[in-house]
């Protein structure tokens, strides 16, 4: 096992002198895939995440790897085709986390067998080489034999199509792993408090490790704002009154038991009450409802469900499925916020803010990316160095990101057991769980998550934190709130024991969780 150690990072940072060729500040998709283009490229790279890794919106989608078949409706043909071959990619370059996963629509009405065919078989189209499986029409009976919970009444037949699902906090640890193993420096819990500047141009961070609360001057060729829903605050450093140029729509997914819908493929609902899709996708041996599109005012790194959103989900669930959730069945709620770029207008539809991705240089050089989704990550890191190349500001070497292999790439042959998230690790894992008999036991007698596998995140996948643990390096805060309670006080224990941490952080860590995983629960 390589150990990721935190010193030997943060070390990297100690030579003020050191001029970095590109600095990225945050540590989600838009970050991430621009640190991975950077190394790809040769050039010496620095990313600073003020929490941990996708701790944002990057760990709240709807687990989708997907062209985007509502944006094949609005006729953004441009974003669509983008988005299906970098689907492709990923099922290649990170195949332990990337599935084919076969999607269903129901038709209640005579005409839509025929017209979702159609689309579905140009979206299939648009693939090209990179498809995942043509689009099928489905007979009513075919379609119950495939998934036998959904409502019956007034059904006339289906099509199903085949898209992209993945884990997305774990494709995150997962880049952030390799880009290190690539020579670059990522360090989670920096936060960025200056823009360092000369003669007018940014020509570095004032930044501060949130462990020891010390700071250090990075200086960099190119600085890249990549905070997502959080660009404006970085903005705002270099332009205290600038306007904003994002408005956050959040998003919200509720978790259930696999017995509202126990197939294999999941349900796509085309056309809400508000216009939008909703999915239900099996995810770890539960089923993700989602989502919703609620235009805010402010952001926060803990978005919390509306009522609305929640009674919107289970209502609109209820149509379509024979036994029909409530809040008591909801093992889980979690929101994420879109950075959506905001457009000229004063026009609150999130549905006319651009879903495409921007790159905004200001005045003093630094680069902002913004918008986007979690397929197109590669290619908005490598549209921004391409940026910073036409600029001037960077040689022009080529980005070979889209043949990296990511590390734990391999392809799962069986997703029965949570540990397929791990990839080409799991053996090496099983092996270290071994080396000690506790660590081979649950953590709680009604996990199936074992106690080695937390040490082993704070040694090989840079966890901090409990949250870091039970939220991002396993997902059970996501599929099982209480669970996740429940686990907490041996995940604090196992932590603090490999970080020397004392018992009062113990006791810290567990409040804190606790605190933060009641907000998951309805």
């Known amino acids: 096992m390589e150990s990721l150690d935190r010193n030997k990072l943060v070390s990297n940072l100690k030579n003020s002198d ?5 600095v990225i500040i945050g540590g989600g998709a838009s970050g991430l895939g621009v640190a991975l283009d950077a190394v790809s490229r040769g050039f010496k790279t620095l990313l600073l995440e003020q929490n941990d890794f996708a701790k944002g919106t990057s760990s709240r989608s709807t687990k989708l790897v997907h062209g985007g078949v509502r944006y094949l409706a609005q006729g953004n043909i441009d974003l669509v085709k983008e988005a299906l071959y970098e689907r492709g990619l990923l099922l290649k370059n ?42 099928k029409y489905l007979t009513k009976a075919k379609l119950l034999e495939k998934m036998p919970e959904l409502n019956k009444r007034n059904l006339r037949s289906g099509v199903s199509y085949q898209d992209g699902q993945f884990d997305d906090a774990r494709l995150a640890i997962n880049l952030a792993q390799t880009c290190i193993e690539k020579g670059a420096t990522l360090l989670n819990y920096f936060k960025v408090c200056k823009l360092l500047k000369e003669q007018e141009q940014i020509s570095g961070l004032e930044v501060v490790d949130q462990e020891t609360g010390l700071s250090y001057n990075v200086r960099g060729k190119v600085v890249v704002n990549a905070t997502g829903v959080f660009v404006d605050e970085i903005l705002k450093m270099d332009t205290p009154t600038g306007r904003p140029i994002v408005r956050p729509s959040q998003g919200v997914h509720l978790v259930l038991d696999r017995s509202f819908c126990s197939s294999e493929d999941a349900l796509m609902i085309p056309k809400t009450d508000d216009g939008r899709v909703l999915f239900a996708v099996p995810w770890h041996n539960k089923l993700i409802l989602g989502t919703t599109d609620t235009p805010l005012e402010e952001h926060s790194l803990e978005p919390r469900a509306l009522d609305q959103e929640i009674e919107f989900i289970l209502k609109t669930a209820s149509k379509y499925l024979q036994k029909q959730p409530t809040r008591a069945d909801v093992l889980s709620v979690f929101a994420g916020l879109r950075p959506l770029a905001a457009s000229n207008g004063d026009s609150s539809k999130t549905k006319e803010i651009s879903r495409s991705h921007k790159i905004i240089v200001s005045p003093s050089g630094l680069l902002t990316l913004t918008g986007g989704k979690w397929t197109t990550f590669r290619k908005m890191g490598e549209d921004t160095l391409d940026k910073a190349i036409k600029l001037g500001k960077l040689p022009a070497f080529p980005s070979k990101s889209k043949d990296i292999s990511i590390h734990g790439n391999q392809q799962a042959e069986n997703r029965e057991s949570h540990l397929y998230v791990y990839g080409a690790d799991k053996e090496e894992l099983l092996a270290f769980i071994k080396s000690k008999p506790e660590w081979a036991n649950p953590i709680t007698a009604n996990s199936e998550y074992l106690v080695g596998e937390i040490a082993w995140a704070v040694k090989a996948e840079m966890a901090r934190t ?8 396993t997902r059970v805060l996501f599929l099982d709130a209480k669970l996740a309670i429940e686990m907490a006080p041996k995940v604090a224990e196992v932590m ?7 018992l009062s952080w113990q006791e810290d860590q567990v409040n804190s969780f606790t605190k933060l995983a009641k907000g998951y629960l309805i």
């Not at 009405?109 to 043509?134: E, H, M, Q, T």
């Not at 409990?466 to 390096?473: H, K, N, T």
């Not at 603090?496 to 004392?502: F, G, I, S």
Request: charge should be positive; glycine fraction near 8%; aromatic fraction near 18%.
């Open 18 to 22: 050191q001029i970095w060729d590109v």
């Open 496 to 502: 603090a024991a490999e970080l020397n941490r004392p």
């Open 94 to 135: 990170a195949a332990h986390l990337v599935k084919n996963e076969t999607f269903i629509i129901p038709n209640y009405n005579w005409w839509g067998g025929i017209y979702y065919k159609i689309g579905l078989s140009l979206y299939d189209f648009l693939a090209g080489s990179k498809s995942f499986g043509k689009a």
């Open 466 to 473: 409990v949250e870091d643990f039970l939220a991002r390096r």
